[in-house]
């Protein structure tokens, strides 16, 4: 069966009320299954997992934009995470016997029917990337919502889908295709933002650190610590240990310790490879945060 994972990120972390008012769009959609969703007050962002078979993942991904669409006002967003729109960023994951070229074609037909409905510009990335030079998530979102209108102004930054007219209030989204990816943050029991920038550095891959590590190290505000957030695109080659073990000791020898990491939405058991969650001071984790678990359910559903 062929199953394809969505991971939207909308650009509302705050008001629970509109994270809750999305979620129950996406469970509206009995052959979907809403897998995990959450909300960060700093960031200033929520996740929403979701999964299904292809043409069921793309109704409800486009009704979920639907109503982030109608919540969100980026003229009013701020937050410490990076975002090019209300509709930030969605991806589609092939799981099951799903190939990346399924995951490639759902990827731009949401696209184009994201624009086509809302009026969003698209830009494509990972797999789904229609230009060479974009094809990494962080070039396609440089320069944030603040610097879209200029970017879209110039002929390099004209979106993939759409015309090149800001849209005030939605902002654009990063539509991709990719591998499974997992988002995890690691927390300080301090408020060094230069030791969690450092720290980044020193571990992201295109500094020379860990292979298939993305980091950036950021303050929330609202609990004083610092964080370093990180993206890695390959828990197979790179689990969680690793990077864990690294930062721990990049810490320690800025004089800090860590206080917890957290999972925003689901990891393959293969990133927990040697190691427990115990050990990565994982904080709110059970086995509803293991894709196979959802994944096991969705194709035991069918």
């Known amino acids: 069966m062929k199953i394809i994972e969505c991971v939207p990120n909308f650009s509302e972390g705050r008001d629970l009320r509109k994270i809750k008012a999305i979620a129950r769009v996406l469970k509206s959609f009995p052959d979907v299954r809403l897998a995990d969703y959450s909300g ?8 929403f997992t979701f999964m299904g078979q ?12 639907d109503k982030a669409l109608k919540l969100i006002d980026m003229r009013q967003q701020q937050g410490v995470h990076p975002r090019l729109g209300a509709v930030d960023v969605v991806p589609f994951i ?12 759902l990827a731009h037909a949401f696209g184009r029917q994201l624009y086509e409905r809302f009026g969003v510009p698209v830009y494509f990335y990972g797999f789904a990337a229609q230009n060479g030079q974009c094809i990494e998530l962080p070039d396609v979102r440089r320069g944030g919502y603040e610097r879209l209108a200029d970017k879209m102004a110039c002929a390099e930054g004209y979106p993939d889908v759409g015309e090149g007219e800001f849209n005030e209030r939605a902002g654009a989204a990063a539509v991709g295709a990719r591998d499974l990816l997992v988002a995890y943050n690691i927390n300080l029991a301090c408020d060094d933002l230069l030791l969690v920038r450092h720290i980044a550095s020193r571990i992201r891959e295109k500094g ?9 190290g950021v303050i929330l505000k609202e609990r004083r610590v610092a964080q370093v957030s990180i993206n890695l695109t390959n828990c197979r080659e790179t689990p969680l240990k690793i990077v864990f073990d690294r930062v721990r000791t990049l810490a320690s020898e800025g004089g ?9 939405g689901l990891a393959p058991k293969c990133a927990f490879k040697g190691t427990t969650p115990e050990y990565l001071k994982l ?14 359910a969705v194709q035991s559903s069918k």
């Open 208 to 216: 020379g650190g860990l292979k298939n590590v993305r980091a950036i």
């Open 256 to 264: 800090a310790q860590i206080l917890e990491s957290e999972l925003i």
């Open 94 to 105: 092939p799981l099951g016997k799903a190939k990346m070229k399924d995951a490639v074609d």
């Open 54 to 65: 292809p043409q069921d993942v793309l109704k409800a991904a486009l009704a979920s934009c």
């Open 40 to 47: 960060d007050s700093d960031h200033n962002r929520s996740v």
């Open 283 to 296: 904080k709110d984790f059970d086995e509803n945060r293991i894709l196979e678990t959802h994944l096991k």
